[in-house]
């Protein structure tokens, strides 16, 4: 395990802890040698899938960055593309469940989720930017997704730092569901729709996740609606815990949005 998010520090660094994991009851204690700095790391960009499936032949594209902003709540928060993540009243899932044909309209899911509406079986690449000087490890449920691409963040790099290369692998690409984004790069991953559902996408630190650096992908609610159904113990939980379960993201029809708390506004960014 190597901890790239911890500051260097005179003999510490690299932090790279070494054990072994057993899952078996009562399994011995083993302890492991020191690191001695031989370790050989594998890029991801560098692997191939076992599978042998090719590249993606891509549908649409989203252009998408992260960072930490100051908002009209006087609190730096995290966001995707300016939108700070929180949750809505009714949860998404139900809201794509229950809208009918409005479910296909990203606004019924209120503003902070940042819902995006995916189309069954097209081909998404996400192009993310991290124009920031912490690596984010951001995990898509859902889906496993095709590492094609490194690159420079789409921003001024700092000048004490060289602008990373570009890296390709447009062959047979290794898939993931957690990326890690280094500073001052972007990454592209591609993925199909395949998988109707409600899933998120979100920093896989928790204190990032919960200051907002997370989206919603709303997949294929028209396919969802045919094919799917809340089991009812699902749904007596969350009426136990007053949890709606019909309507938009504010528990209402249509567009109405009455009860739902205002999205905080995008002020400055930070740096």
Known sequence: MFASFIPPAPGLAPRIFIGNVIYKHGAPFIRSDPYDGS????????????????????????????????????????????????????????????????????????????AVILKHNEVVELTINNPNSLPHPLHLHGHSFQITEYGPADLLVPNNLTAAAIVQNTGVPARRDTMVIPPYQYIKVRFRADNPGVWLLHCHMDIHFVLGMAMTFIEAPDVLQRTQTVPPEMLNLCAKQGIRTTGNAAGNEGLNFTGLPPAPVFVSRNG
């Not at 790391?41 to 549908?59: F, R, S």
């Not at 998408?64 to 709540?73: K, P, V």
């Open 39 to 114: 370790f050989r790391w594998a890029k991801d960009i560098e692997l191939h899938a076992m599978d042998g499936e090719p590249a993606l032949p891509v549908n649409r594209s989203l252009s998408l960055a992260i960072g930490n902003n100051l908002y009209s709540t006087r609190q730096h928060l995290d966001h995707f593309n300016n939108v700070t993540y929180a949750s809505p009243i009714t949860p998404s899932l139900y809201t794509a469940l229950s809208m009918g044909d409005m479910a296909m309209d990203e606004r019924v899911y209120g503003p902070q989720p940042h």
